[in-house]
């Protein structure tokens, strides 16, 4: 654990000294080798452990999902550094080293109090990111993302009262092992302590900041934020439920992201806007693969959503700055052949066209669901396909003619490829021909059914400020009828 | 668990209070005021939770024996407000910029001009 506990040090000092100094990118890269070294030597053991003294000490714990997340962050964060889009200023990267930081120290904790400084710190450090650039949109979007968080993270300071008034602990450790009873003023805690982290995890109602801070900050940004800080989220709903053992909330929520999700991506004319809704249906698979209790697979989804959703974000960046538009239509025969390559295999591994990542995360959720979910997770494959077909269309027209500037962008889709083939060759259960020619069939007739729905017109709510606050409000208390009717 | 029953609910009201100036006035500098009274109530409500009926501070140099308030969420609560504190000068700084480019405050309007700037 020392060795963790030593890398996230090494990100913390290096990221802070990045503002102090006109070669933050150089400490960057410092960052990560020292992350790197930190990972090789935690990783192997699956160490627990406590840091601080007696009673007070925060648990820590190195499993499965925490160990999953700092290779992804770790690689993102050389993707990051490698891929050149433009000169940004040397202050985002000492920010981006910082958000590394606190992700690598968010996925260990097992304190409801720590995680909540966690989650506080990795949105401040985002919001600062979304705003880099300076433009009034951007600036909004971010000043949005901070109204709708906070409100979120008053009610799990609340839930924080509630369950140490109740249990008078914090530690998820020490939760889990003594299964208390479930008390109202307990249920009542829980429940805030979901909103909180719904609301900072990119769930549909409880967090419709995300369309916006993610659709209109920087590309790179949005690359992290979708890949990583949404998770965050996640992994503390995913925590706190296993804790209490009430999976079923999450695969509520997942259901209703999932669905509202793709419903919003069917009439979105904003590129970016639009991969912003699909990262809220995408959640959805990984919030019921935690709340079906199958951890390989949410950890798995989580990590090649992570994947292909940087490479599609990164790759919507070169065709807004090659096409001069944020709009979809407008992409059409004015975008290079290689970044229309590069939006069609993440449009292809979103979808889960084998061999590619998605395939092999959604086949280890669906080789543990009931018959039920099974059919929910065809219908959620079918949508994701249906939607994305948009993406699809734009490799049939004109441009600018094949070839590889981006070589960064390319060791991602490597990655998108190689841990889907990988997963493939050490799950056989999810190789068989049956259920590969399922999942080619299921992409096939999504990708069908996209034609008739781009000639659908829809008026969907546009979730302004108040609006999306409502939906938080009302959101909450169906959580906490939820928790009061259920068991 | 003896905590402070009155505070605790001060506490509450003060948060239903700032969301309901979030929800209800228009003008961006009403709703990051409303915010941070909503933060300030969910402090408020933490803090009453530490109390106990003729407890000492938990602090050295206390005569020994007497109980003492609990520490645990006053040290959260510590932790709390930095953040709250960082987030409202951050939230101001942006409210400044937006005001100076757009020159209203209006959260309507303010939401508008983003998807006008977007929609190119």
């Given amino acids: 654990?020392?060795?963790?506990?030593?890398?996230?040090?090494?990100?913390?000092?290096?990221?802070?000294?990045?503002?102090?100094?006109?070669?933050?990118?150089?400490?960057?890269a410092g960052a990560l080798l020292v992350g790197t070294v930190a990972y090789a030597l935690w990783f192997p053991g699956f160490p627990t452990g406590y840091l601080g003294l007696g009673d007070w000490a925060i648990p820590w714990r190195g499993d499965i999902l925490a160990a999953s997340f700092?290779?992804?962050?770790?690689?993102?964060?050389?993707?990051?550094?490698?891929?050149?889009e433009g000169g940004r200023p040397q202050h985002y990267y000492a920010?981006?080293?910082?958000?590394f930081g606190?992700?690598?120290?968010?996925?260990?904790?097992?304190?409801?109090?720590?995680?909540?400084?966690?989650?506080?710190?990795?949105?401040?450090?985002?919001f600062l990111l979304v705003g880099i650039e300076g433009k009034p949109a951007q600036v909004w979007a971010s000043l949005k993302y901070l109204i709708l968080t906070s409100c979120g993270m008053i009610f799990y300071l609340l839930g924080v009262g509630f369950v140490y008034a109740e249990t008078e602990t914090l530690s998820l450790v020490r939760l889990s092992s003594s299964a208390p009873a479930m008390a109202p003023g307990l249920r009542l805690g829980i429940a805030l302590l979901l909103t909180g982290a719904a609301a900072k995890g990119g769930v549909f109602f409880y967090a419709l900041w995300l369309p916006v801070a993610h659709g209109y900050a920087p590309a790179p940004v949005s690359a992290l934020l979708s890949s990583l800080v949404v998770k965050m989220g996640i992994v503390a709903l995913a925590r706190i439920s296993a804790a209490f053992g009430i999976g079923e909330v999450l695969v509520a929520l997942g259901l209703v992201t999932g669905f509202l999700g793709i419903l919003h991506m069917f009439w979105e004319k904003k590129l970016k806007v639009f991969l912003a809704y699909s990262t809220m249906s995408q959640l959805g698979y990984v919030l019921l693969g935690f709340g079906l209790g199958a951890w390989e697979g949410a950890v798995a989804y989580a990590v090649a959503h992570g994947l292909f959703k940087a490479l599609l974000f990164l790759a919507a960046g070169e065709a807004e700055r090659e096409a001069k538009s944020h709009l979809i239509p407008r992409h059409v025969g004015r975008i290079s052949g290689e970044t229309r390559a590069l939006l069609g295999l993440g449009a292809l591994a979103i979808m889960g066209v084998p061999p590619l990542a998605g395939y092999a995360a959604k086949g280890l959720i669906t080789a543990v669901a009931p018959p039920w979910v099974k059919g929910v997770l065809i219908a959620l494959s079918l949508g994701t396909a249906a939607s994305f077909a948009r993406l699809l269309v734009?490799?049939?027209?004109?441009?600018?003619?094949?070839e590889i500037r981006h070589p960064a962008l390319w060791v991602l889709v490597a990655a998108?490829?190689?841990?889907?083939?990988?997963?493939?060759?050490?799950?056989?259960?999810?190789?068989?021909?049956?259920?590969?020619l399922t999942a080619l069939l299921v992409s096939a007739a999504g990708i069908t059914m996209g034609w008739p729905f781009s000639r659908l017109s829809a008026r969907l709510p546009r979730w302004h400020l108040e609006e999306a606050l409502l939906a938080l409000l009302f959101a909450s208390l169906a959580l906490l009828l939820f928790q009061f009717l259920s068991g | 668990m003896t905590a402070s029953l009155s505070a605790a609910t001060l506490g509450i009201v003060l948060v239903a209070l700032g969301f309901g100036a979030l929800l209800l006035r228009r003008s961006l500098i009403w709703k990051l005021l409303g915010l941070n009274v909503a933060s300030g109530g969910a402090i408020l409500f933490l803090v009453a939770l530490s109390h106990r009926p003729g407890a000492r501070p938990p602090l050295m140099g206390y005569p020994e024996g007497v109980p003492s308030a609990d520490p645990l969420p006053q040290a959260l609560v510590l932790t709390a407000i930095v953040i709250h504190f960082?987030?409202?000068?951050?939230?101001?700084?942006?409210?400044?910029?937006l005001t100076e480019r757009l020159h209203t405050q209006e959260t309507g309007r303010l939401e508008e001009a983003a998807e006008e700037e977007m929609e190119r």
């Fill in chain 1, 70 to 84: 700092w290779g992804l962050s770790l690689f993102l964060h050389l993707i990051l550094l490698v891929h050149q």
């Fill in chain 1, 394 to 402: 734009l490799p049939l027209g004109e441009g600018p003619k094949f």
């Fill in chain 1, 416 to 436: 998108v490829a190689g841990t889907g083939i990988w997963g493939l060759v050490s799950f056989p259960g999810i190789a068989l021909p049956r259920a590969l």
């Fill in chain 2, 86 to 97: 960082a987030t409202l000068a951050l939230s101001l700084a942006y409210a400044i910029s």
């Fill in chain 1, 102 to 126: 606190t992700v690598l120290s968010t996925v260990l904790s097992q304190d409801i109090f720590n995680l909540y400084v966690s989650l506080e710190l990795t949105s401040l450090i985002a």
């Fill in chain 1, 1 to 28: 654990m020392t060795a963790a506990v030593a890398g996230i040090a090494g990100y913390f000092v290096l990221g802070i000294l990045g503002f102090l100094v006109p070669w933050a990118r150089a400490l960057s």
């Fill in chain 1, 95 to 99: 920010l981006v080293t910082l958000l």
